[in-house]
Every structure is written in C-alpha cells, then in structure tokens.
C-alpha cells in the first residue's frame, strides 16, 4: 500500500463513494400501485400478545399432564431449597428464550435474531449441564433408572416425547404468528429454535414435578436432552411451517 | 448524475428524527392511507436501491428488486409493530428479497470479465443509438461494483451498510441479524479489502507480501 500514490488512492477511491449516488428510482410499479389503492387498514402485530399466544400454546400439556399425573413421590424427602431453585432455573429457561424470541427490542419491528440464537444456545447448555451436575436424588425413595441401555433409552425417550408435546404446538402456533415477517429463514430458524428451547424448558419444569425418575443421566440427558431437540424441532420447522402459513393466507 | 442516493449518518440515516418520522408514516401506511405510502416510498426507495444495486451489483436487477421489496412491505403490514422504526426491517427484507431472487435466477452476483471488471454494456437513447464510451462516472460506479462483489457476502453487506449507507453499527448489526462488534469487524475487514481492489493491483500484492 505503500507504494501507492495518495492522490491517485483518493481518486481512485471515489470508485466506491459513487456508488452511494444514484439516480432517483423509477416510481411504483403499476403492480404495486395497483396493490396499494385496492389496501385496507390492517391490524398491526402486538409482540406480547403474540409471547403470550405462544405461551398459551406451550402451557396446555404441561396444564393437562399436572392435572392428571400425581407429583414426584420423592417431592417430600428432596431438599425443598434445591428443589426451588431447579424449578426456578427451568423456569427461567422458558421466559427467556421466549422473550428472546418473540419480543423486538423498543423500537425494533424484527425481534433479535441473534439475541433468539445466543439465549437459545444458552438454554440448552445450561439446563442439560444443570440435569447433569445439580441434579439431588431421595436414597431409597426416588427411583433410579436401569443401568442397561434398554431400560435407559426407553425412559429417555418416554420423557422426551414428552417435550416434544409442549414444544411442537409452541412453535406450530409461533410460526403462525411470526409467518408475515418476511425476514428470511435464517432468521426464522433462530427464533425458532428460541421457542422449541423454550418449549422443552417448559417440559423440564413440569417433569421436574411429576417425573418419579432420577439420576444425574436420566435428568440432563432426558429431560434437558428435551430442550436441545426443542431447540433443533424449532430452527428445522418454523421456517417451513411459516413460509406455508405465509403462502397460504396470501390472496 | 442526481445525488440523491448518497444518504450518510449525520444527513438523516439512523437519526432519531428521521426514525420517527419513519414510524409514524409507516403507522397511517397501516392505517390505509395511500399518500402515506408514496411519502414512505419517496423517502425510502432511493436508499434501498443504492444498497440493492451494491448487494446485486447491476441498476436494472436493483430496480425490480426494489419493487418486489416493496411488494412484499405492503404484504407484511400485518407484521408491523405500532411506533416502530420500519427502516431495518425494510433493509432486511430488501436483503432477503436480493439473496431470493438471485437464487431463483441461479446466477453469479455479477457478471465478470476476464480481468474481473464488470463488463461494459453501451446504453442507448430513445432512438437506438447507442453511447459510443461509457461516462467518467459510469466507469467509476461499475469499477466500485466490481470490488464490491469480489468481497464475501457479509463483508459486502456490512461495508454497504456502514461506510456506504450511513447506518451505525448498531443499526446495521439490526439489519443483518448479528452483533454490533461483528458487523465493525466485518466492515472494516471490508472496507480494507475495498481500497485495496480500488488501490490496484499493485497494492494488492504489496499487501499481500506485507501479510505476516
């Protein structure tokens, strides 16, 4: 760079501060035009009522699954303060990656996608290492897991279908919501997985109550397990399901 | 050559005044006021299609693409949130709509010659008679263009974005759905790769030897 002339670097760099002037465009194409007169007033979106659509969405099975299942049987001998906070951690792991996902910062209309991503990311590493660290069992009362693949894959996947029935309707019922936004699939896909994390952090909280099993393995890899495949169902279908949506409803 | 694309910071890009004013035209736009809708589009159009024509890298593909990102605002009004800046969210769908189309086309960003300059396409007038030489001007936009597109696509959009369009890091961080720190390290990343291309190519390869 040395060798190069200033003067000519200056000129030559009005190459590049041109390209910022350019004609004025063409006015609207005649299809748009046409568009706009035949338009009417529309109801614009309001994020927290669409967090709490979703939200809505995300609380009917756990709501259900608490009416019908009886509670932990080991509730009674777990240390009450550990047993808050892990409720208070898996809670935390809905709130906000559904935040994250669902409201724009003040004045924004696109909620973040990266913030969507990171709190996402966040989630997921934090509850599945929370299952697989902090998690206190009841001797004798809480009831472990077979050690044998078998009989741990089939509790692994009983409480992961588990997830998958608080996360799916949540980002069904987000792709839906957010299906006008018109920001492109990466950035759908990052709010989608927010919400399936969200989603799967939801069903951690409830399992958290009602799941009689235990085991440092079974709860990070079962039931935080459920928050990461939330996450991943979430950056796989709401793109999909949205650009249907989106297709569907337009005239 | 009218200036009327050249929009940086402290003219109205990002200002609180003009993000205001933006909001409130795109509230009655909502409401259904058509003269809400040109007064956005005079506003608006220019500054997207200068960042349509660095991103596609050629006046007539920004032009439709200008429409179709148009198209598809009116379509997403529903999504509009009340008192919002709409600015971002049209750089982003401005953006998407580019990335669409030239999918769909499934061509290069531009088209190239040989010695990696755009190649040059004599304009005609009314008559049919064409331009025996391309302008001054003409020359410098399509040799900006060229450096332009050689850059990878996220530091082209962040050196669009920032140093070209006037948008803080911030702001254009929104727009491309990352960090504010990696849009700064892209554009500059970026804008020294630009006057280096711009520079020639004995800079380039003076820089290239400088490179530890």
Request: with cysteine; hydrophobic share 50%.
């Amino acid at each position: 760079m040395s060798e190069v002339d200033s003067a000519e670097l200056a000129a030559e760099l009005e190459g590049l501060r041109v390209l910022q002037a350019t004609a004025p465009p063409g006015p609207p194409s005649p299809a748009l035009l046409a568009s706009v007169q035949r338009m009417r007033p529309v109801r614009t979106r309001v994020p927290l009522r669409t967090l709490l659509v979703v939200a809505a969405a995300a609380v009917v099975f756990p709501t259900a699954a608490v009416a019908i299942y009886p509670l932990r049987r080991d509730l009674g001998a777990l240390p009450p303060l550990w047993f808050a906070a892990v409720a208070v951690a898996w809670l935390a792991g809905f709130l906000i990656p559904l935040s994250a996902a669902l409201l724009p910062r003040p004045g924004q209309v696109l909620p973040d996608g990266a913030r969507a991503r990171r709190a996402a990311i966040l989630a997921s590493l934090t509850l599945v290492l929370v299952g697989l660290l902090f998690t206190v069992d009841a001797p004798g009362v809480t009831i472990l897991p077979a050690t044998r693949w078998a009989g741990f894959g089939h509790l692994w996947w009983h409480c992961i279908s588990f997830s998958f029935k608080v996360s799916i309707p949540a980002v069904l019922v987000g792709a839906v919501a957010l299906r006008k936004l018109a920001s492109g699939a990466a950035h759908l896909a990052r709010l989608g997985a927010a919400i399936g994390a969200a989603g799967g952090a939801l069903s951690g909280l409830t399992l958290h109550g009602l799941c009689p099993y235990g085991g440092a393995a079974h709860v990070g890899l079962a039931h935080g397990g459920g928050v990461v495949i939330g996450a991943l169902i979430g950056a796989l279908w709401l793109p999909l399901v949205a650009g249907i949506a989106g297709r569907a409803g337009r005239p | 050559m009218a200036q009327t694309g050249a929009l940086t910071r402290e003219q109205g890009a990002g200002r609180p005044a003009d993000d205001g004013r933006m909001a409130a035209l795109m509230d009655r736009y909502c409401g259904g006021e058509v003269a809400a809708f040109h007064e956005l589009y005079a506003a608006l159009a220019p500054r997207i299609l200068g960042y349509l024509i660095g991103l596609a890298g050629d006046r007539a593909t920004a032009e439709d693409l200008l429409q179709l990102t148009f198209m598809k605002l009116h379509q997403a009004r529903p999504a509009y949130v009340k008192g919002a800046n709409p600015v971002p969210w049209l750089y982003t769908i401005a953006h998407r709509t580019c990335l669409d189309e030239m999918r769909r086309r499934k061509r290069a960003w531009v088209r190239l010659s040989s010695d990696g300059n755009l190649p040059y396409e004599p304009s005609v007038d009314i008559t049919g008679a064409t331009d025996p030489q391309p302008s001054a001007d003409e020359a410098e936009i399509a040799r900006g263009l060229a450096a332009l597109a050689s850059l990878p696509a996220p530091l082209r959009q962040a050196v669009l974005l920032t140093k070209i369009q006037g948008h803080s890091s911030a702001q254009a961080a929104t727009i491309a759905g990352t960090t504010a720190g990696a849009i700064k390290v892209r554009a500059h990343r970026g804008y020294q790769a630009l006057r280096r291309k711009l520079a020639g190519p004995a800079a380039e390869s003076a820089a290239v030897v400088g490179t530890p």
